[in-house]
């Protein structure tokens, strides 16, 4: 079984939110439902980015450092071209 970091993009304001999961279309489909607290009030969600992780430890520790100061600013750059058009 295979994990997944995952950064969505609000179309309502803009902000990014982080996650990870072990189903990322099924996970992508509840978060455009409304079915996930942290986000239904920000739809609909975008998929901007996402890393595939071999173990669910490995997908959390991501996680964390991508919402980091220091995580933030590696997806800055790695996301430099969509992000400026």
């Keep these: 079984m295979y994990f997944y970091v995952y950064v969505l993009r609000s179309e309502k304001d803009g902000l990014f939110y982080t996650g990870y999961t072990n189903n990322l279309r099924e996970r992508l489909k509840l978060h455009n439902e409304g079915k996930v607290n942290s986000t239904r ?7 901007v980015y996402f890393e595939g992780c071999l173990n669910q430890q490995d997908a959390t520790h991501r ?6 100061s ?11 071209d969509y992000l400026t058009g």
């Design 41 to 47: 009030n920000r739809l609909p969600l975008t998929l």
């Design 63 to 68: 996680e964390k450092y991508l919402k980091t």
């Design 70 to 80: 220091w995580g933030k600013r590696y997806l800055k750059q790695r996301m430099k």
